[in-house]
């Protein structure tokens, strides 16, 4: 055993020449896809914070990828110190699997534990030559759509939900919104794991005529990449997503570190750490930054999950659950 | 000169029949040497100018600032890390395993060479997974790990263990069919004139493979630094911890920052081409 310790040191501290000196910590936050550059700044900016207030050096570690995939890496014991999920469901599933956190972790921090929000939109080829408008236009045979995978990616399920609400809306029965929904999976080509993964399929390998993503990943993508590429659509109704965010207790009480990880999380509700998401285009949910960058976002009108699917345990159960809607409306290969 | 000339010329006529029987005319030589070399040019040599053309685009500065960057530092370490922990050990099985396969007749032969295949036949993503579902917390053996507080998946040794074992072919696949081809009369003789067993191998077994482990060697080394499917599954993607340099490309490229994925993927490529030098080089020492 001891030898086992020594040895798993030895090689750690190899890796991590920097990991034996005092006052100093390590986090790992295990987000989802779009946040990559979020994250960036905003530990940059925490770890300035909590100097500043007299805390330890504290570097924080990313791994990014789709959040259900990430959500199931943190319940096979990849050692989150704070997780950023794409949606509460995955947060869910890793406090029912792995018993990691308690059930009712969504109440700890306030907004539903989501410091920033997002919606959903379109990313079309410049100058919308298939002139895509709104949900309709992805129904349409011949309209390719890039939109990841629902069952590996957050935004995907987003993605899904916010056509499904819309079609609810304008049809009002769940039978028609089910038709409406399967008529654009038939339009997707290709489904990536990740959000980023279809950004980089529709933009960089141009596959599709339009790509449902986050708000955040539109713009960004429209800034990495060059204006001259794309352009956003905004949809006449939308969802509003909510990322929420979480200690993993039993992970910072083994490690020693829920002090810092706590404020990690409550510096999100900072003006400060607002402003990155606004320039990281996020919503804010401080009003006063909101109206600050109110030029920024588009204005969409949005519906909540809780409204319209009753929450994510009922959406989750209903259309991503094995065997689910999700499954039965797509079938790949079949026209 | 004039002599050579002379000695040559009777020569050039008497093979000139044989020549006429066993090879082509010119224009077939010309058009199969073509399509050979194009094809080589078009599936080697361009995607390899390719990489080292889009990581040198934004210019040197770019270039050494992303292969020198934390990040890559410690892909590139742990990269090299890997690397030496996997040829070693599949350097010392491969020919233990070759060895036996070999040299002796013994009960489960074939299902010992099958085993070896296995990691040739299974997929890379498989091989990671089978880890996951075994040291894994809600694997067969991770409540147990987790008590005991040792990491094996999403840390360094669960990417040892996948390169490990979809590098083991390399090394005993190498050296089964030359040995097997050389026989055992030599060391049967060293035997019957009084060698020990080590004896045996250290002077006959192994002076006779050497060059079959080197190749052997090269390949597992190329394997275990480039293998992404495997270390994807088990690594966890922690940056400046658990990333590899072929995950660390994935990531750059995810960023746009297309620039420095290619100078890392050049690295890689680097490596491939100095581990061939190498080879080279050791084997024109020997021969002078």
Partial sequence: MKLKHTLLALTLSAVLPVAALAAEVNLLNVSYDPTRELYQDYNAAFAKFWQAKGGEKVTVRQSHGGAARQARAVIDGLEADVVTLALAYDIDEIAEKAKLLPADWQKRLPHNSSPYTSTIVFLVRKGNPKNIRDWDDLAKPGTSVITPNPKTSGGARWNYLAAWGYALKKFGSEDKAREFVAQIYKNVPVLDTGARGSTTTFVERGIGDVFISWENEAFLAIKELGPGKVDIVVPSLSILAEPPITLVDRVVDKRGTRKVAQAYLDFWYTPEAQEIAAKNFYRQIDPKIAAKYAKQFPKVALFKIDDVFGGWQKAQKLHFADGGVFDQIYQPGKK | ?288
């Fill in chain 2, 1 to 288: 000169m004039s002599a050579e000339l002379a000695i040559n010329a009777p020569q050039v006529i008497a093979r000139k029949p044989a020549r006429k029987a066993t090879s082509e005319s010119g224009l077939v030589r010309f058009v199969l040497i073509g399509l050979a070399l194009s094809y080589f040019a078009l599936l080697v040599l361009t995607p390899l100018f390719a990489v080292f053309y889009e990581a040198l685009k934004k210019g040197a500065e770019a270039y050494f600032t992303a292969i020198t960057e934390p990040d890559a530092l410690s892909s590139i370490r742990l990269t090299l890390m890997v690397a030496a922990v996997a040829v070693p050990l599949n350097l010392v099985f491969g020919v233990a395993a070759a060895w036996a396969i070999a040299k002796f007749e013994f009960r489960g032969k074939s299902l010992l060479i099958t085993l070896i295949d296995l990691p040739f036949s299974v997929s890379p993503v498989i091989s990671g997974l089978i880890y996951v579902l075994v040291f894994g917390l809600q694997g067969w053996l991770g409540p147990w790990l987790q008590a005991h507080d040792i990491k094996v998946i999403f840390a360094l040794p669960g990417i040892f263990l996948a390169t490990v074992f979809v590098t083991v072919p390399f090394v005993a696949r190498e050296l089964i069919p030359l040995m097997q081809a050389q026989g055992s009369e030599e060391e049967e003789a060293a035997l019957v004139l009084g060698a020990s067993g080590w004896q045996t191998f250290f002077r006959v077994t192994l002076p006779n493979i050497k060059w079959g482990i080197v190749y052997g060697v090269i390949l597992c080394n190329a394997r275990a630094m480039g293998e992404f499917g495997a270390v994807a599954v088990v690594s966890g993607h922690i940056r400046g911890l658990t990333n590899t340099m072929p995950l660390h490309v994935e990531i750059l490229y995810n960023e746009y920052q297309f620039s420095a994925a290619f100078a890392v993927a050049s690295l890689l490529a680097l490596l491939a081409l100095v581990t061939l030098v190498i080879k080279t080089l050791v084997e024109w020492r020997v021969k002078h």
